[in-house]
């Protein structure tokens, strides 16, 4: 019943912004956050944040990125402002309940220039 769950993706130009939200159900996670894969790259880390909303960020996004959590809803947002086109990949939400990892099946950011 552990289901991941994005929306929020879609087209935006160069200086925009973006909110994704990610659902999650049937379990309370130690850790949510964000990775993210573009086309014959590996994935990567976006953003995390813990149930006592301790955060960390990837060097490329700090700074124009914000992840939170609303704990109450059991639910991770991640803001993003000033896109780049680098920005472009599938942005799959992530949650670590004890030592199993789980995945959302991603949302589709496109930047365009």
């Known amino acids: 019943q552990v289901q991941l769950v994005e929306s929020g993706g879609g087209l935006v130009q160069v200086g925009g912004s973006l909110r994704l939200s990610c659902v999650a159900s049937g379990s309370i996670f130690n850790v949510m956050g964000w990775y993210r894969q573009a086309p014959g790259k590996q994935r990567e880390l976006v953003a995390t944040i813990t149930g006592g909303g301790s955060r960390n960020y990837a060097d490329s996004v700090k700074g124009r990125s914000t992840i939170s959590r609303d704990n109450a809803k059991n639910t991770v947002y991640l803001q993003m402002n000033s896109l780049k086109p680098e920005d472009t990949a599938v942005y799959y939400c992530?949650?670590?309940?004890?030592?199993?990892?789980?995945w959302g099946r991603g949302t589709q950011v496109t930047v365009s220039s």
């Open positions: 992530y949650g670590r309940l004890l030592t199993i990892d789980y």
